[in-house]
């Protein structure tokens, strides 16, 4: 029974960063589905400014430059909106709940 649970998860220096939009859709979507309403997401979406572009081109990781609001377009298809967006040197630290 799900009523009064939580569920949290956490994505930082991952899928957010490494995954393809439509994977990152695809996970968001099954999270969606499969977890209460109170259910919380918190990860770091890297930024898609000058400081990221630097960051990419230093790494050999395939980062994707996607920037917080293509993000946010993005976690809003799959269901989720931002409702915390910290800003930080190398990325975005953002808190998404269930739209």
């Given at each position: 029974k799900r009523n009064g649970n939580i569920v949290s998860a956490s994505s930082e220096g991952?899928?957010?960063?490494?995954g393809s939009d439509e994977?990152?859709?695809?996970?968001?979507?099954?999270?969606?589905?499969?977890?209460?309403?109170?259910?919380?997401i918190v990860g770091t979406v890297t930024r898609a400014d000058d400081i990221g572009r630097?960051?990419?081109?230093?790494?050999?990781?395939?980062?994707?430059l996607r920037g917080l609001e293509a993000f946010r377009a993005l976690s809003l298809r799959a269901g989720w909106r931002i409702t915390k967006a910290i800003d930080?040197?190398?990325?975005?630290?953002?808190?998404?709940?269930?739209?």
């Open positions: 991952a899928l957010f960063e490494y994977e990152i859709e695809s996970n968001l979507q099954a999270l969606y589905e499969a977890t209460p309403a109170a259910s919380v630097v960051l990419n081109q230093a790494s050999q990781a395939a980062i994707n930080r040197p190398l990325s975005h630290d953002v808190l998404m709940q269930k739209v």
